[in-house]
């Protein structure tokens, strides 16, 4: 009989957990993997507008030979490259700094430099747009400083809308990574600090012997979003260059916009370049993930 209650009791904990998780599961479902499948299934059909048909792996031979395709894959792939590293060492070297417990106003700097992150995108790409016009501050500060003689077209430019791009998502995320990191540090056992030092481990010695051993899981966690992010970049060259000039700032994702909405539109053509992300994140993913796993064994 006591059997029988505890056997009845553990069914309906199962039913009631089963319920508790059963509208998250189908909103998940409806929201993340039917739009998914859905646009699999529309990347094998051609058409303009909502009148699609199938058209095979076209799509996908298409992406071979489309120049805008493999231009916004380039600037995709340059940022990636150089701001992606140069945000994550950042975002270690500031995190460790105010992770000292001899620096005041800590609390400051780190709500400071995490502001960014929180900004409303518009507000700062029109601020970026600005600082780096033609007479914009930052043209004005170079020229006072006589590091240029005259002024730089920065957005006008291939290569310096670029870089304005790269110091826009730089200043906007590494205060988000930062705080990852300043989280695990302060998880550190302080004692392990102490007996390096006792042993006459210097500042720079530690934060690499102790501190970047025990945040690899942390780093490896960044380096997947930030690449993720990167490759799905869109906000930055959509509202400060809008993808110019002549395509030099394009994002793949901004492509895909232009793809549905901007251009004759084309959902199928649209959906194959968004699983072209889908493949670049899933490959770099298992690439670091393999690599950070041969590094902990």
Known sequence: MQNNLIIKKKRKININTWKFILLPTLLIVLFSFYPMVKALILSFQSGKGLSTQFNGINNYIRLFSDPVFKQSVFNTLTYLVIQVPVMLILGLIIAN????????????????IFLPCITSLVAYSVLFKSLFSVDGVVNKFLMFINVIDQP???????????IVIIIAITWRWTGYNMMFYLAAMQNIDTSIYEAAKVDGAT????FFKITVPMLKPIILFTVITSTNGTLQLFDEAMNITAGGPGNATMTISQYIYNLSFVYTPNFGYAATVSYAIVFMVAVLAIIQSKVAGEKNE
């Open 152 to 162: 730089i077209a920065w957005l006008l430019d291939p290569f310096w809308a670029k």
């Open 97 to 112: 700094l105010l992770n000292n417990k001899y620096i005041k106003f800590k609390g400051f700097f780190r709500t400071a």
């Open 203 to 206: 500042g720079i010695r530690q």
